[in-house]
């Protein structure tokens, strides 16, 4: 989320696909951090999760391959210990992953509308729809955190931006599309599960953000529904 400012531009008068969801979209790792001996309230969940043995007890390779999945996804303390946040994380990609290629089964996003963003917070997931027709996604996005939550509702974008930065946050936000005050589609360079979300925006992908550069115009509905776990 942002301001509505444009390098070199006037500032104007408002306030400021399917990329597989295995694919890894990793942030910055962290600096290395001990391993804890400790077993999580959630082990053996994160344990079949990651693919090891399921026993419900902490072993110095288990640490580290919980260790790595927090540092990939930002998750922090990285200390290798399976709690709730881990889980949490992990338990939304299974969610996500049952979705399939049929993200508006339950019909919530409008088929009436022809070209429309679709944006599930409650899966974080988000597609492009043409009528019933799905055109891109299901994707996997980055929605607010709590207290600068995702607005819900049927908006249009009414601006595009795709070199916009914020002066709020002094931050590059590439291939803005602006839906709703200074909440906005664009691209980061983070995990898309990376806790604890946005300060309003839909994060996406750079490959993401640039499909829906491609197949979204000035005037096109998106539609937001749902609430993101944790707000």
């Not at 104007?12 to 077993?39: E, I, K, N, R, Y």
């Not at 049929?102 to 974080?124: E, F, W």
């Not at 019933?132 to 939550?149: A, C, F, K, N, W």
Request: glycine fraction near 12%.
């Amino acid at each position: 989320m942002g301001d509505i400012r444009r390098r070199g531009v006037v500032a104007l008068g408002v306030t400021g696909l399917v990329a597989p969801l295995t694919l890894a979209f990793g942030a910055a790792p962290a600096q290395a951090a001990s391993c804890t001996t400790q077993a999580g309230p959630y082990q053996k969940q994160v344990e079949k999760f990651l693919g090891r043995p399921v026993d419900g007890r902490q072993s110095a390779a288990d640490c580290k391959a919980i260790q790595a999945f927090q540092n990939k996804h930002g998750i922090t303390p990285n200390i290798g210990y399976a709690g709730p946040v881990t889980w949490g994380v992990m338990d939304l990609m299974n969610k996500q992953k049952a979705v399939g290629n049929n993200p508006n089964k339950a019909g919530k996003c409008p088929v009436n509308k022809g070209r429309i963003a679709c944006v599930n917070l409650t899966l974080q997931l988000s597609w492009i729809q043409d009528g019933s027709r799905l055109v891109y996604g299901p994707v996997p996005v980055r929605t607010g955190r709590d207290g600068y939550e995702t607005r819900t509702g049927l908006k249009k974008i009414y601006w595009r931006d795709i070199d916009h930065v914020s002066n709020i946050y002094d931050v590059p936000m590439p291939y803005s599309q602006f839906f709703d005050g200074g909440q906005a589609f664009h691209s980061v360079g983070l995990s898309m599960w990376n806790p604890p979300g946005s300060h309003g925006c839909v994060n996406m992908t750079t490959t993401t953000a640039k499909k829906y550069w491609s197949l979204l115009k000035k005037g096109d509905d998106v539609y937001v529904y749902g609430r993101k776990p944790g707000t």
